[in-house]
């Protein structure tokens, strides 16, 4: 059974910075893509970024430039830095891993921005 763990949640001050992980307990390139997912409260899940086993990256708009998604394949890991931070941003982010039309998820890390 696919595992993912995330980790660095945390609550910060608007403008500051947080660095979230995911750990898989396999090989992450055996997966179609990774991502990350959030939910605000009173919101539906939302896309945040993904990263293909090609290594293409998307952003949704609302992160571009400020979001950055990465890979540590040696470690099994997938990773979110996230600059600029704004309350808008507050929400629990998921991890999930795709592979062929299945979606695996983890617990989620809860963000809290504070004004």
């Known amino acids: 059974q696919v595992q993912l763990v995330e980790s660095g949640g945390g609550l910060v001050q608007a403008g500051g910075s947080l660095r979230l992980s995911c750990a898989a307990s396999e090989n992450i390139l055996r997966f179609n893509a990774m991502a990350w997912h959030r939910q605000a409260p009173g919101k539906q899940r939302e896309l945040v970024a993904f990263i293909t086993s090609g290594g293409t990256t998307n952003y949704a708009d609302s992160v571009k430039g400020r979001f950055t998604i990465s890979r540590d394949n040696a470690k099994n890991m997938v990773s979110l830095e996230m600059n600029s931070l704004k309350p808008e941003d507050t929400a629990v982010y998921y991890c999930?891993?795709?592979?062929?039309?299945?979606?695996?998820w983890g617990k989620g890390t809860l963000v809290t921005v504070s004004s």
């Open positions: 999930k891993a795709h592979r062929n039309g299945v979606n695996y």
